[in-house]
């Protein structure tokens, strides 16, 4: 058994303990000793990446112990290419919220100069950060499903406190909404989850040992809606997203980005993973009103995202025809769609990811989240508004940015797809093309808004960047233009886990899908 996988969630729980102990007043000494903790994770994450074997077992690094041995449930960890990807955009994002974050846990000020004072303390907010990542490794390592959904629960918790207690003005609101909505999808999937153990009276929740077991048709589909329905609104799909641009807007902008931009994934990866090859027939029954529903998510998303007047909805917005994408991309079943769909969810973590920093720097300045508030940003702060250009350029997926790779690997794989007759994904690869013109609209507006035009008063008044901030938003720039030339690394680990997750759903796919996406 491989230690790699405890120790990485073991790493970040012990510093959130010797953070949370150190005692009042260690404000910045909490803050150095997050940083420092999340940086090891990177190290250790990145070091285990580079042993992973593409040509190898499609589990790697496993570790599995008896946990609750009457029931026959083990902590059982390890991860395949997708998962790995996902842990490592996890460990680049932490340490970089932590510096971003450096002083939203002191308090934030609103446009009208009234001081929002956080409920709790600052070193709280750094542990709760450290207890997160822990949860996220967790979330995407697990190989028991009951585990995993242990980590889906769990990892609620530093979040609704992150939002509730370090948010804005309706913070409690939205921490609240949040909650909800995510415990009604966790309580249908554990029903779920009893449900499959039960029926496959395997005395096992180990899902390489549950893959294809599960037969009748009927009994696939009820488990399916359990799994699928969570897995939606963690996405978070249309129509039940609407507590995402709540959520996103009020929490912190670090926080933020690991809402949007790791959190949510978790509803993509549970689709691609378990909704798809613990039940494949209810996959393929189900194929065509779940891509509806993503266009629909594509197009409503993209066109509500033009009328928002508030920066950080707006970018939540953004996400929800993002994630629509993401789903097509899952259920056109393709090898080029589902690959595409594994690296939309890396590209868009390190896209959103950036655009929120860049747009929490701005709303730090001038205490308004409001586009009417700003312009003329570039003449004042031109490396700030130089950072936010390119991460919004992303957004809307410029080719030679790393969302195009995806957004583009997602269509045509869709579009090529004869997993249930090329008319039908054919349309809805078309249709949601149009959000391509969208994408260019609502991005290009907020930052002639907010960059251009004659400078607004308060802004004149603004600071550009400094060191902190430069190296919160310079490594994700890096990332979004390396591998929007250069997303072979990625590929090369994607692609053996999506042929695999293909074989056991027992789709055919056309070789130039094949043919695309080893390119």
Known sequence: ????????????????????????????????????????????????????KTGGPRFQFQAVYDWIPSFGVKFGVGVDGIALVLIALSAVLVPIVVLASWHDADGTQSADGTLITPKRSVKTYFSLLLVLEAMMIGVFASTDIFLFYVFFEAMLIPMYFMIGSYGGAQRSYAAVKFLLYSLFGGLLMLVAVIALYVVAGKGTFMFPELVGVIQDPATQKWLFAGFFIAFAIKAPLWPVHTWLPDAAAQAPAGAAVLLVGVLDKVGTFGMLRFCLELFPDAAKAFTMPIVVLAVISIIYGAIVAIGQTDMKRLIAYTSISHFGFIVMGVFAMSQVSQSGAALYMVNHGFATGALFLAAGFLIARRGSPHIADYGGVQKVTPLLAGFFLIAGLAGLSLPGLSSFVSEFMVMIGTYTSSAFGSG????????????????????????????????????????????????????????????????????????????????????????????????
Do not use: C, H
């Open 424 to 519: 039908a994904l054919a349309v809805a690869a078309i249709v949601s093309a149009l959000a391509v013109i969208l994408a260019a609209v609502y991005i290009l507006w907020m930052v002639q808004r907010t960059l251009n035009g004659p400078t607004a008063e308060p802004v004149k008044a603004f600071k550009d960047l400094n060191v902190r901030e430069i190296v919160v938003l310079a490594p994700l720039i890096a990332l979004i233009i390396g591998f929007g030339f250069f997303p072979k690394p990625l590929l090369d680990v994607i692609n053996p886990t999506v042929t695999q997750t293909l074989v056991n759903v027992k789709v055919d796919n056309p070789a130039i899908a094949e043919k695309g996406a080893g390119q």
């Open 1 to 52: 058994m491989s230690p790699w996988l405890p120790i990485l969630m073991a790493v970040p729980v012990l510093g959130a303990i010797v953070v949370a102990l150190l005692p009042k007043g260690s404000d910045k000494l909490a803050k150095q000793a997050t940083l420092l903790v999340s940086l090891v994770v990177l190290v250790l994450t990145l070091v285990m990446a580079v042993q992973f």
